[in-house]
């Protein structure tokens, strides 16, 4: 299968089947901590990347074939890049529902929340896991290295107005990199930014896998315990 993937066990969604509905790797953003390496196309554009029924076939197959024990908690938009740069992101989400009849999870680095029609598509997933790595533009940029012009001000006002909208899960995803954005002033920063979201969960992550540029450090396990008391009882390290 070229676009479904899986089923891959992780300790936040149990098991789940994921779909990628963009080639390796166009991204919006080339964050130095990415496990996917560099992002080859740099992009905020979004257009039809993959073929729509094409994917919805492969989920079909699939399910046509899955073994009855296998018991799959999420359908996962991820993959190998931005999954909401696909421009029928949202129609995606409601077919993959009405054929799996399972929970849709996206998770995204937030960037194009900015378009409405976006903001739009996610309201039919029943998780959305959206990034927030910086609540300032010098740190955005160091650690994310969004396409230019891309500004995380925006970005967080984009958040809010789709968190006001959505009904679902919303867990807020924070990536702590060694000396960018770990100190507890900086946490602080990002918390207080994180509360105004009202998030249902917060997962606080730390690169573990062979990062895009090799001078990429984790925090250490004291800075990811003080980060679970600065964050509170919504925190997961995970
Ligand atoms: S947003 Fe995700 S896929 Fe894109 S560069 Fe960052 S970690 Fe990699």
Redesign the pocket.
């Given at each position: 299968m070229k676009y479904v993937y899986g089923p891959v066990v992780s300790r936040r969604l149990g098991k789940s089947l994921g779909i990628s509905t963009v080639p390796y790797?166009i991204?919006s953003?080339?964050?130095v901590?990415?496990q996917?390496k560099k992002?080859m196309d740099k992009t905020t554009q979004r257009k039809k990347y993959v073929d729509e029924d094409e994917i919805l076939e492969e989920v079909r197959t699939f399910f046509r074939n899955k073994p009855q024990e296998l018991a799959i908690d999420y359908i996962t938009f991820s993959g190998s890049?931005?999954p909401t740069l696909h421009e029928s992101i949202g129609p995606l989400i409601k077919k993959v529902k009405a054929i799996a009849h399972l929970p849709v999870a996206v998770i995204t680095?937030s960037t194009t929340l900015m378009d409405p029609e976006v903001r739009k598509g996610l309201l039919f997933a029943d998780l959305v896991v959206p990034?927030l790595d910086a609540v300032t533009q010098p740190v955005f940029e160091k650690i994310?290295r969004p396409v230019q012009g891309i500004k995380i001000k925006d970005i967080i006002v984009a958040l809010k107005k789709f968190r006001k909208a959505f009904r679902g899960r919303f867990w807020l995803e924070v990536m702590l990199v060694r000396g960018i954005n770990d100190s507890a002033a900086y946490l602080k920063r990002i918390k207080k930014v994180a509360d105004s979201l009202k998030p249902d969960r917060i997962q606080i992550n730390s690169p573990v896998r062979p990062p895009a540029e090799k001078w990429v450090r984790p925090v250490s396990a004291h800075t990811l315990k003080e980060a679970k008391k600065i964050f509170g009882d919504f925190c997961d390290i995970v």
């Open positions: 790797k991204c953003l080339d964050c901590y990415c996917l992002t890049g931005e680095n990034s994310d």
